[in-house]
């Protein structure tokens, strides 16, 4: 949570439904418009 702070991004939202905890972590940048030859995005 402090990384996202740091970066100027919302908090993960965190919910838990039954027999599943569901984790939502927002980007600045859509994943699909990166060099597709770098997977993910490092903070």
Same mark, same amino acid.
């Given at each position: 949570?402090? @990384?996202?702070? !740091?970066?100027?991004?919302? !908090?993960? =939202? $965190? !919910? $838990?439904?039954? /027999?599943?905890? /569901?984790? *939502? $972590?927002?980007? =600045? +940048?859509?994943? @699909?418009?990166? +060099? #597709? *030859?770098? #997977?993910? =995005? *490092?903070?």
């Amino acid at each position: 949570m402090q @990384s996202c702070r !740091e970066q100027g991004l919302p !908090e993960p =939202k $965190i !919910e $838990i439904v039954p /027999n599943f905890v /569901n984790l *939502t $972590i927002w980007f =600045k +940048d859509l994943l @699909s418009a990166q +060099d #597709p *030859t770098r #997977p993910y =995005k *490092t903070l």
